[in-house]
Every structure is written in structure tokens, then in C-alpha cells.
């Protein structure tokens, strides 16, 4: 296969997410083309992600895509993609993960203990939104939606005290200086891998993009991903999870907070298998109440 559609959203991130993994298959003798898809996520801005509802806010109309042949793969942030996988499509390939923590920008400088008292500081997560109500009862802390690029400018602006977004997607756009610090929450699952999805059945492609995957990386978000897929939840859950390679095993941590901070629970487990892993951490949380503050 000589030449490759990448199937992306429009977003600045996006774009350049999918340019990292052209630029991979360039290197490789391959001409690519970008086709630019708006997903429900992208299209729904004024309204909170976690009141969108349903799972695939941000891939729905990527995959379309694919299954009509379209484009011959598409590029996603993991955390983005739903864990139970859309008939005829897989995963081909997860490219070596970047940089997995939060982080937050601020006009103060310092860190979270840099921000005075009642600072506000916004974020579309609820995941983060509970890690910072828990760390810092003070803070006001905002729902907000946008590009990096708009979330940067109301801190830049004096709007918002400072913001968090994913550590990541700044030094994808070239923009690690705004980095105030990294913060030490666990992420989302998935957080700072891409995944490279395909029709099962497209032989060609898949041996194409096989050599952008990295095989630790993939066992690491599995374990998370089945964390995740054991608590039932998706993309807009406050669920964290962060998976390490130990020689031959894998050791996983995760969490499930409380929108409003009040509680956050964590459980780890240690094992070869990702999945085994995911499900045994889930089972932690769950006796611990994790389904309590799932329903709420």
C-alpha cells in the first residue's frame, strides 16, 4: 500500500495529532492525504461534555467513515475512544505514548499552591474538576469548553485564575512553555496515546500502520481501558487510571472521585495479564462504592 487517507477531526490538536502519525508513515515511503471530519463533540459547544451524554462524542463520525470507506484509518486520542469496539473496527495501532499527566497553566506561577484563595480554574472534565476540589476546597472550579488555544487566552486574559488541560495536546501544538506544572493526578485512561483505527477486514492497511505500534504502550492503556470497560463508563466519567510496565507484569493504579471532590477512591493491582489487571482493580473500587458515585 503506497498511499494512505487518515480520517481527523479539525481541531488544531486533532490535526496535529494526525500529522505526528502521517509523519510516521511518510517516513516509511507512503503518500498521505488528511480528510477533516466534525464529530457531535466538536459540532456542541456551549454545552458541557458530561451533559452531552452516550459514548463516542469525539469518533462517531470518524468511524462512519471508515465502515463507508471513506478514509482508510483514523487517528484518535485513546482516551477519546469508546472501550467497547465498533463492529468491523479495531485498533491497528498505538503508537508510543507521550506525556500522560495533567497539566496546569496559570498566571500565578507556583503550581496549584501558587493559586490564591478562590482562585478559579477551569476545565471540561469532570475527573480533573474532582481531583481539584479535593486538593483545593477553595477553588472555584468552572466548566469550560474550547480549543487549547481558546482555553489559554481566557487565562492570558485575565478570565480564569488558570486551567488544566492534558499535557499532552500542549506539546503536541508546540505549546510546553505555558506548562506552570505538572500536576501528579492520576489521568484518564489512555491519557497521551493515540490510537490508529481500521476496518478489520482492510489487510493492507493494517500491515501499513502495524509499524507506528508500540507494544508497552498498548499493554499499558489496555489495563486501563479495561478498567474502565469494568466500571461501565466512558470518556466523560470521573475515572483515572494510569498502568506501568514492571519487568514482565504490569502495575496498575486506579481511581473514581466525586464530582464534587468529597470523595476519591483508589485501589492498584499488580499482573501480566492487562485485562485481569483492569477487572481486578475494578473490583477494588467497586467494594470500596465505586458504583455509588458512578450513578450519581
Do not use: Y
Not at 31 to 37: A, F, G, K, N, Y
Not at 194 to 213: I, S
Not at 281 to 294: D, F, S
Amino acid at each position: 500500500m503506497k498511499r494512505i487517507v487518515l480520517g481527523s477531526r479539525g481541531s488544531a490538536l486533532a490535526r496535529a495529532q494526525t500529522g505526528i502519525v502521517a509523519e510516521m508513515l511518510q517516513a516509511r515511503g507512503m503518500e498521505v492525504r488528511v480528510e477533516i471530519l466534525a464529530t457531535r463533540g466538536d459540532r456542541e459547544t456551549a454545552v458541557p461534555v458530561s451533559a452531552l451524554g452516550g459514548k463516542g462524542l469525539f469518533t462517531e463520525e470518524l468511524e462512519e467513515a471508515l465502515l463507508a470507506g471513506r478514509v482508510d484509518a483514523a487517528v484518535h486520542s485513546l482516551k477519546d475512544l469508546p472501550t467497547q469496539a465498533t463492529r468491523g473496527l479495531l485498533v491497528a495501532a498505538v503508537p508510543r505514548r507521550e506525556e500522560w499527566r495533567d497539566a496546569l497553566v496559570s498566571r500565578h506561577g507556583g503550581g496549584l499552591a501558587g493559586l490564591p484563595q478562590g482562585a478559579t480554574v477551569g476545565t471540561s472534565s469532570l475527573r480533573r474538576q474532582a481531583l481539584l476540589r479535593h486538593s483545593r476546597k477553595d477553588l472555584c472550579v468552572v466548566e469550560m469548553r474550547g480549543n487549547v488555544d481558546t482555553r489559554l487566552q481566557k487565562v492570558a486574559a485575565g478570565e480564569l485564575d488558570a486551567v488544566v488541560v492534558a499535557a499532552a495536546g500542549l506539546v503536541r501544538l508546540g505549546r510546553a512553555d505555558a506548562i506552570a506544572s505538572l500536576l501528579e493526578f492520576l489521568p484518564a485512561p489512555g491519557q497521551g496515546a493515540l490510537a490508529v483505527q481500521a476496518e478489520a477486514d482492510r489487510k493492507e492497511v493494517l500491515e501499513a500502520v502495524r509499524p507506528l505500534h508500540h507494544a508497552d504502550t498498548d499493554e499499558c492503556v489496555q489495563a486501563e481501558r479495561a478498567l474502565l470497560a469494568a466500571l461501565e463508563g466512558g470518556c466523560t466519567v470521573p475515572v483515572g487510571a494510569l498502568a506501568v510496565q514492571e519487568g514482565a507484569r504490569l502495575f496498575l493504579r486506579g481511581l473514581v472521585a466525586a464530582p464534587d471532590g468529597s470523595r476519591v477512591l483508589l485501589a492498584e493491582a499488580r499482573g501480566e495479564d492487562p485485562h485481569e489487571v483492569g477487572w481486578d482493580v475494578a473490583r477494588r473500587l467497586r467494594r470500596q462504592g465505586a458504583e455509588e458515585i458512578l450513578r450519581a
